[in-house]
């Protein structure tokens, strides 16, 4: 299918072959006439599947079929989106398809900065305002927006936004617009929450749905590699020495094991950049830019990141934390492999994990091949890990005795402990998926704050295979 066929402006169909874009995306080639057709429309699809041009040129096209309202330029789209990145991703992409459109004017809203820039950019009259919800709600409070002519309400990543608590705001924002309007809901997953938002907000919609949420895409290539914990950071250095990693971005558990491990990086001299909710708006636009332009390889990133991230041209995902849950995996590795390019998930797999590993593999169906790293050779300065491991363990560890919590034992000389196998299977590493797997998904550990970020850019390159 073409994008001629879709009905959109040739404006809008200028800017995207400008962005390099030959054919829509599935999502873009079910969503956009329907919602040129007048339809509220439920979009299910990950992030990486073109989901944010599915609404955007659609309603960029209704936009400019009619004239703006001369006087007062009130709001006619409103796009809610979960965090503040997202919504500065969804407007670089607005920029981005509307660069041949007369100018619009677009009203960024979220929260962690002055309210007085956004506050004015209300008053001043906005085409469409891109808002996170609390922020938004304040604002509305104080009468700076005018919904009244509101023709469009879009809103994005409502999984996200349902996991953050936002639907009280949701629910307050709704009833101060009108009813008369378009409403498109876009989700990662349709679960019962989601299909009440959207019996809630949508009037007989159309439900475009996209790929299953159990399988990561195609093009990226998944690995495992089983190590210790005190020596994961001297394998992620190691596997760095290949250069064909040129550009990473490393999950972490918590702000601080993104600190350590982009520190330690750095003293290796790989460059590298922390992102994580610690860190200021301005770090983290700072953090995000030189990872888009090159000048940092390496981007360590916590949870904050695995949603929304558009970055084109991530050669590898690695989970330096094995996720314990699927949703997070499957948001992670996405990262990679995004618009038809390829790339490589590698994950760090420490005896903690199994649990979770187990039901990753359960939940997709299939197992993920283990690699071990030739040549790797554990930093004999000692662990990096948070967790100190006392020299006795150490080593056990080394004559394949470990019995951390009484519960297992790894073969013998499994420094690295990347390809050994421990003898008592129950216990460590999941089986072949063929095998029957138990499934243990551990509690989620202590969310950081999450956010997002989009956007359409041209990526160092288009790994293909
Ligand atoms: P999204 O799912 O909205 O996060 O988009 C993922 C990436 O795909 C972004 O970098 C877009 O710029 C890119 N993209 C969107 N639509 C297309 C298309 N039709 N062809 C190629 N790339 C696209």
Redesign the pocket.
């Known amino acids: 299918m073409s994008f001629q066929v879709l009905g959109l402006d040739d404006r809008i169909l200028k800017a995207i072959r400008d962005?390099?874009?030959?054919?829509?995306?599935p999502i873009?080639s079910a969503a956009v006439p329907q919602i040129i057709a007048g339809h509220d429309v439920i979009g299910i699809?990950q992030?990486?599947?073109?989901?944010?041009?599915a609404f955007t040129l659609p309603v960029l096209t209704k936009l400019c079929a009619k004239a703006p309202d001369a006087s007062r330029r009130r709001t006619r789209v409103l796009i809610v989106a979960p965090t503040r990145e997202l919504v500065v991703q969804i407007e670089e992409?607005v920029c981005a398809y509307a660069k041949h459109l007369p100018a619009l004017r677009i009203a960024k809203v979220f929260g962690g900065v002055g309210e007085r820039p956004q506050m004015d950019a209300l008053r001043a009259g906005a085409d469409i305002v891109i808002a996170t919800p609390g922020r938004l709600l304040d604002l509305m409070g104080r009468g700076c927006a005018d919904f009244s002519a509101l023709e469009v309400l879009i809103l994005d990543e409502a999984d996200r936004m349902l996991d953050m608590g936002f639907v009280p705001d949701i629910r307050r924002i709704v009833k101060a617009l009108p009813k008369q309007r378009q409403t498109l809901l876009f989700s990662a997953t349709l679960s019962n929450e989601i299909e009440g938002l959207t019996r809630e907000f949508l009037h007989t919609p159309k439900k475009v749905e996209i790929g299953r949420r159990s399988n990561p895409a195609e093009t990226v290539t998944q690995m495992i590699y089983e190590v210790r914990k005190e020596d994961k950071v001297s394998l992620l250095a190691h596997l760095l020495r290949d250069s064909s990693m040129d550009m990473v971005l490393v999950f972490t558990r918590t702000k601080h094991g993104a600190d350590k491990v982009a520190k330690r990086l750095a003293r290796d001299g790989v460059t590298s950049a922390a992102l994580h909710a610690n860190r200021s708006q301005n770090q983290r636009l700072k953090a995000l830019a030189d990872f888009k332009s090159g000048k940092v390889r390496v981007l360590v990133a916590t949870d904050i990141a695995s949603r929304?991230i558009?970055v084109?041209g991530i050669s590898h995902v690695v989970n330096f934390d094995f996720p314990p849950h699927v949703e997070d995996y499957v948001h992670r590795i996405g990262r990679t492999g995004?618009?038809?390019a390829v790339g490589d998930a590698i994950s760090f797999v420490s005896r903690d994990d199994y649990g979770a590993l187990r039901s990753l593999e359960k939940f997709i169906g299939r197992g993920i091949v283990r690699k071990s790293a030739d040549g790797f050779v554990p930093d004999p300065a000692g662990p990096d890990d948070e967790r100190p491991v006392r020299p006795q363990q150490r080593q056990q560890r080394g004559q394949g005795q470990q019995t951390s919590g009484g519960q297992q034992q790894r073969g013998q000389g499994s420094r690295g402990g990347q390809s050994q196998r421990p003898t008592n299977r129950s216990a460590g590493p999941p089986p072949r998926p063929q095998q029957s797997a138990s499934s243990v998904t551990p509690a989620r550990p202590q969310e950081e704050e999450p956010q997002g970020w989009?956007?359409?850019?041209q990526g160092r390159r288009q790994r293909r295979r």
């Open positions: 962005a390099g874009y030959t054919e829509p995306t873009q699809a992030t990486g599947t073109g989901k944010t041009a992409n929304g558009d084109d995004r618009a038809n989009r956007r359409p850019t």
